[in-house]
């Protein structure tokens, strides 16, 4: 069964030092989202993508926060000077369609450890 | 904004017996109302569904019901069995933007014991 795979599964940084999460979704699929949970919390909605361009994106997906398809396959979520408080699950998610009922699939997650 | 809140955090059960999971929403704009299953080291994975136009939806041992005037959903699982053991999610959906997004609850934490 296809299935959204994310590298790499756990990221340690230093405070202030750029990551990048990578993300292959379902290949067929045109929709792209990426959530964060911080440990304990909800999980909550950071940005959505279609046509290779932003969709739709949250108060928390501000200047720092990038996202792109380099290539046919890949998605990936830029952090470009991380803090301490960016430590979380980073869950990537893909759907066949935009709808209101398109099943969104989620990958395993990035745990990212912001020091 | 919405603002999805669900209860319990934990619930403990016997093989066998029912577990209930409840959630409330505040936005009347939401109209579609996922649960989500994410075992140990794995995303959430959606479970069943339910509009708002639906009052109740069943999937073998899994049903959800819907009040949307009092703006509460369940999730209700029938004779557990030990690979139930999972967090569960629920999330109220509407429509933003251009996209569809789910807000989603704090999680559910269900113990199956054999």
């Known amino acids: 069964e296809p299935e959204v795979t994310q590298t790499p599964s756990h990221q340690v940084t230093q405070m202030g030092q750029e990551v990048i999460l990578r993300c292959v979704p379902i290949s067929n699929h045109l929709y792209f989202y990426w959530y964060r949970q911080i440990l304990g919390q909800k999980v909550e909605f950071l940005v959505s993508?279609?046509?290779?361009?932003?969709?739709?994106k949250s108060e928390i997906f501000d200047d720092q926060f990038s996202v792109e398809r380099p290539d046919g396959s890949n998605f990936t979520l830029k952090i470009r000077s991380t803090k301490l408080e960016d430590s979380a699950m980073y869950f990537c998610?893909?759907?066949?369609?935009?709808?209101?009922?398109?099943?969104?699939?989620f990958g395993p997650g990035t745990r990212l450890t912001v020091l | 904004g919405e603002n999805v809140e669900q209860h319990p955090s934990t619930l403990s059960v016997q093989e066998g017996d029912s577990a209930v999971i409840k959630c409330t929403y505040s936005d009347s704009a939401s109209n579609y109302f996922p649960w989500y299953k994410q075992e140990l080291g794995k995303g959430p994975q959606l479970i069943i569904d339910i509009r708002s136009n639906v009052g109740e939806k069943k999937d073998q041992r899994i049903a959800v019901t819907l009040n949307k005037t009092a703006k509460h959903f369940s999730l209700h699982i029938t004779e557990t069995q030990p690979e139930d053991s999972a967090v569960y999610f629920c999330?109220?959906?509407?429509?933003?933007?251009?996209?569809?997004?789910?807000?989603f609850g704090r999680g559910t934490s269900l113990i199956v014991h054999p």
């Open positions: 998610a893909s759907s066949l369609a935009g709808g209101l009922t398109d099943t969104q699939y």
């Open positions: 993508f279609y046509n290779n361009e932003i969709s739709e």
């Open positions: 999330a109220a959906t509407k429509a933003r933007g251009g996209s569809y997004i789910p807000t």
